[in-house]
């Protein structure tokens, strides 16, 4: 969608350290996050809360603890009760689609000025019981206690991982990295490409992080006046494990072990895989825990507005949304989405590729983002690895150092490319895309301001 008729721009924008899951960050809830983010936007402009016209938040983890976490937060962060509020998930484009939903509201002339953003608290990602509701026995939890040892043995009951089913897709059964390993077989990406590319995620962002260019727009996290968390954590706990390659090398596969070897893998997922033959001897897995992202916990929000309110209230303004896309692939191959919402965007907006000065792409794999590069070449001739080798991709890191907090993902990329923007007066116009499960790709265009 192209953005006409009124001039809207991305003001203050702000994100908590990527906490590594389980560990800096685990005690926070992810409303918990939004409010600190909220509460600090809010402090850092020195708007009226009363004039905000609505929050809406992006959450792949929804629990009923905090059900629509964009009201709990708003209100856990003093917004007026007036502020209506609303909860997106579209998996990991969710912090773009919450950017782009409010966009549509202000076009519309719901209201000009807005909260958008995303949370994730993986490490708070529950386990679930199900069908024990339907047995007299267990309708309470009181009797779901006191029967807790027979649970298991119950053949109607399903005890279920929360986190490793919300990476799993539903309808082709396979897990976010098969997805990649997918991608990687069919499109002949090998490992030693794959860690490579890793490496060169890990190198530009502690680089970015030591340089002090995150620090305008990270906000520490705090516990009773003690810092838990100041710097996105997952880069520094393996920058050392990064720094050698045969240990890169040697780390293991998730498709060659002892639970999945890479010849059940082509057993299990033939019809995906486009008559790729698996090669005794030959073929190899490629997916290891190092060249794809970790899970994280996080948030990030951004005001959006419109350029004359941005003046009325004497906003700062990173840079002006002129576009978005959204575009559907097969879920087996997820990760290749961007390159066609890139595709459909450019498109939209009559754009060349080679207009884009700057791209911040959701690193979700070194495998997907390797073959985003050469799928967008072949289908588009988009040059994807030449932007790359010239640090006009991820200049200052990515997803697969960083951390992904899910929804909370699209926003953080959107906030590297605006304050990017900000500080180099080279970059005209950038572009943020990222991938999701279930095979969607969004894309998101930002021109420079004024």
Known sequence: MQV???RIVLSTGLRTPIGQVNK?????????????????????????????????????????????????????????YEVPAYTVQSNCVSGIESVSSVTRQILLGEGELFIAGGTESMSNMPYSIRGARKNKELKTLDKVMSNWNELPKDPNIQI?????????DPVKKMTMAATAEICA?????DKTLQDQYARESYARTTNAIREGRYDEYVVPVKRDGETVLERDENPFLREQFMKAPDKIAKAPLLFDNEAMSIKKFYEMYKEDLQGTVYKEGETKATV???NACPRSDGA???????????????????????????????????????????GKLLKDLNLKFEDLDLIELHEAFAATCLTIFKLGEENFQHKWRKKWDEEKINRNGGTLALGHPLAATGTRIILNLAYEMKRDPNIKIGMAAACAAGGIGGSIILKRYP
């Open 24 to 80: 800096s960050l685990a005690e926070f809830l992810p409303e918990e996050l939004m409010k600190i983010l909220m509460k600090e936007l809010i402090a850092r402009t020195n708007i009226n809360p009363k004039l905000i016209d609505g929050v809406v938040v992006g959450w792949v983890g929804q629990g009923s603890h905090a059900p629509n976490i964009a009201r709990v937060a708003s209100l856990l962060a003093g917004l007026p």
């Open 160 to 168: 279920t991982d929360c986190m490793e089913e919300g990476i799993t």
């Open 300 to 342: 990030a929000v951004v005001l959006v507005t419109t350029e004359q309110k941005a003046k009325e209230l004497n906003l700062p303004i990173l840079a002006e949304i002129k576009g978005w896309a959204l575009y559907g692939v097969n879920p087996a191959q997820m990760g290749i989405a961007p390159a066609y919402s890139t």
């Open 4 to 6: 006409s008729g009124k």
């Open 288 to 290: 290891s825990p190092f």
């Open 185 to 189: 077989q069919i499109y002949k990406i």
